[in-house]
């Protein structure tokens, strides 16, 4: 594997998938900009170095920007074609392997070259300093001023560090955790730490606050990029990231202690951010901030990260994520999560499951389709209830069940299951916890569920999509999902209401402005836009779907919402201006002008 993140940007150039940017380019604005046009292009594009960005230190994005890229981060490209699948593979004959009966002296005897292998993969603890402590900052001089965090979005509410490895340590069980929390830089020795309630590193917090601790916290970036990769993935609680890292690099994480706290970080990381979070201090204001979902996450309180060191190796890079409308570099790590965690999810939660997927459009969340071998009735609700109370997918809305043998990313294939399907009968209501950053639920942090029973449709006759008659005053219809997917989409001018026509089988209803996006941009400001509690109803045998954006404050409303996150005009035509300077070929327009027609404000939310 990686001896640190210079080593991947030279294998990343030798494989003909990383674009130096030679030129100075600004942290604030420039670089997302340039990004967001990369990760858009076909394939992901390519990872992108930008040497000068006016600090010591240069900053590469979009480093897992693509299978392959995600593949080489996580050691599997020698794999072959299907390198991820391999891996999955992997974890599977582990998991049988650990898992089988043990009914004799020799079959106890075969498992001692499995734990001789687990073992390999333990983190240790090494004495003396890493290569991430070659050059240390502490006391007045530990300041982040010099580092090239980036301000991605124009409402922004700052420069965010987009891909920290931050280390907790739960303080009744000593239990370590490697999660990845967004932090906004205040001031030069202070930041936001935006865990969520649902997260590990909150639990910590609430554990430090009971007993009235103060909160060791270090962040580490960089190194071998398997590291940020633990750190995302859905592992269980109280169980080592590192042990993770290790599996997939097939060789243990050397880690060494912080200089100003007792945690512990990989020893050949590129910077290391050492401080505390003290939980009798007053939460900080923090956000706006352009996230994953395609919107801003708005302000909010989170803990204050106090730092005490800053240290960094000689020649360090500074690894940075850009998340936004999709598809971003995100729909790539959540592609390699579905396939490598599906063996645990089938092994420890629901057996029954066969294959998982989730479409970029749902932003991981929002949209997942699932076989499953099924052998009675009510066993697809049994399996969506199952999932929706498993790890992050409980922060699922909107799940499809198919049977097994069916191909779950399978476009056409799930278009003629859902048009042929009886919504009335498919359809599974539910309620659950959702991901704090859902904008569009009244209830922060929980909202409705909807399973689809596809399991028979396939076979069920064919629907003829009945004449679409002319739309009422202020509405407009595009008819082009009608027949593949038996979806009727309708475009409302303010204060149009809309009436399904007869015989349509799904009815969608979006703003005007939206007229002109694709089916995917469509469903992703579907998923994201309703709370299927409120806006899915059944009107004489049409599934109805209120995908308008949410007037903040009226009845059963959030009382705010978001406006999408596009890059303002300035930054638009300056990167237009620069982009034979950056070097990158072509010229690739920002996709940020489709989407500006959706804001509804000049700030970040409505």
């Known amino acids: 594997m990686y001896r640190n993140l210079r080593e991947y940007v030279a294998r990343l150039e030798r494989a003909g998938e990383l674009a130096r940017i030679a030129v100075r380019v600004d942290p604030e604005y420039e670089i997302a900009e340039i990004t967001d046009r990369m990760s858009k292009s076909p394939g992901g594009g390519k990872a992108l170095l930008f040497e000068d960005t006016g600090t010591p230190f240069p900053v590469l994005t979009n480093l897992y920007g693509s299978e392959r890229r995600c593949a080489m981060a996580l050691g599997a490209e020698s794999l072959g074609a299907e390198s991820l699948d391999a891996v999955a593979a992997r974890i599977g004959a582990l998991l049988r392997e650990a898992a089988g009966p ?56 700052g420069r965010f560090v987009t891909l920290p490895i931050v280390h907790t340590v739960d303080p009744e069980t000593g239990v370590r955790n490697a999660g990845m929390y967004r932090m906004q830089l205040f001031d030069d020795r202070t930041t936001g730490m935006h865990w969520h309630v649902h997260k590990t590193g909150a639990r910590h917090f609430d554990a430090c606050r009971r007993l009235g601790r103060r909160m060791p916290v270090s962040v580490a970036l960089g190194g071998d990029p398997v590291y940020a990769y633990a750190a995302t993935a859905p592992m269980p609680d109280n169980m080592d990231e590192y042990l993770l890292a290790g599996f997939l690099r097939r060789r243990s994480v050397r880690l060494v202690k912080c200089l100003t706290n007792e945690l512990w970080v990989p020893a050949d990381c590129d910077f290391v951010i ?71 999810i089938r092994f420890a939660v629901q057996p029954e499951v066969v294959d998982l997927a989730m479409p970029v459009a749902g932003t991981a969340h929002n949209l997942a389709v699932v076989s499953a071998s099924l052998r009675y009735r009510g066993q697809a609700l049994k399996v969506a209830q199952g999932l929706w109370g498993a790890g992050q997918m409980m922060f699922n809305k909107y799940l ?6 069916a191909d779950v990313r399978d476009a056409a294939a799930l278009a003629l299951r859902v048009r042929r399907a009886d919504p009335a009968r498919a359809m599974h209501r539910a309620e659950g916890v959702y991901d704090v950053l859902d904008h569009a639920t009244a209830t922060p942090g929980f909202g409705g569920k909807l399973a689809f029973d596809l399991t028979d449709s396939a076979d069920a006759p064919e629907w003829v999509p009945p004449p679409v008659p002319e739309p009422e005053p202020g509405v407009r219809y595009r008819t082009d999902f009608l027949a593949e997917w038996g979806v009727l989409a309708a475009f409302a001018e303010p204060g149009a209401e809309p009436v399904p026509p ?82 990158l070929g072509a010229f690739v327009a920002s996709p940020s002008r489709r989407y500006r027609v959706l804001l509804r404000s000049d700030g970040a939310a409505w």
């Open 102 to 157: 043990r009914d004799s002296l020799f079959d106890k005897l075969r498992t001692l070259p499995l734990l001789a292998e687990m073992a390999r993969w333990l983190p240790r603890k090494v004495r003396g300093r890493g290569a991430c402590q070659e050059v240390v900052a502490t006391g007045a001089a530990a300041s982040l001023a010099a580092l090239p965090v980036l301000r991605c979005w124009p409402c922004d509410g």
């Open 274 to 344: 050492e401080g505390y979070v003290d939980p009798a201090e007053e939460c900080a204001v923090e956000g706006p901030f352009g996230d994953h979902t395609g919107f801003y996450s708005l302000e909010d309180r989170y803990p204050r990260f106090h730092v005490t060191a800053v240290t960094h190796r000689r020649n360090a890079i500074w690894p940075a994520t850009l998340v936004g409308i999709p598809p971003q570099e995100d729909a790539w790590i959540a592609r390699a999560t579905e396939r490598i965690f599906l063996e645990p």
């Open 400 to 405: 499809l069940v198919v049977e097994e043998g």
């Open 502 to 583: 007869p015989g349509v089988k799904y009815f969608a209803v979006f703003d005007a402005e939206a007229e002109g996006l694709t089916g995917e941009e469509l469903l992703w400001l579907a998923a994201a836009d309703t709370d299927p509690r409120r806006d899915v109803v059944l009107r004489d045998g049409t599934l109805a779907v209120d995908a308008r954006g949410k007037r903040p404050g009226a009845p059963g409303h959030p009382a705010r919402f978001p406006n999408p996150v596009v890059s303002d005009e300035a930054t638009i035509a300056k990167v237009d201006a620069r982009w034979d300077e950056y070097g």
